[in-house]
């Protein structure tokens, strides 16, 4: 089963105004920012990324997500989105 569910901003704002979403598929939860799955933790709670980019929106999207900060960001591997 899939559930979906919009992103809270953790930074003070009240909305991503839908442009962030949080996809759980089975023991994976995913980050869908915009259109594009850009990062997902898996069942151990270990956070991948799954986008090579990074922007200021994303970026929010990201660490509400729980994620890192772009410098760490960027050190990580970009890796494919798993199947679910």
């Not at 898996?42 to 997500?65: Q, Y």
Request: hydrophobic share 35%.
């Amino acid at each position: 089963m899939t559930d979906v569910q919009e992103l809270r901003p953790k930074d003070g704002h009240k909305y991503f105004w839908g442009k962030a979403h949080v996809i759980t598929a089975g023991n994976i939860t995913m980050l869908k920012s915009y259109d594009t799955i850009v990062a997902y933790i898996d069942e151990k709670g270990k956070f991948h990324r799954t986008w090579e980019g990074w922007s200021a929106t994303t970026g929010r999207h990201v660490r509400a997500f729980g994620g890192p900060g772009k410098a760490e960001w960027e050190k990580l591997p970009v890796e494919p989105v798993p199947y679910c």
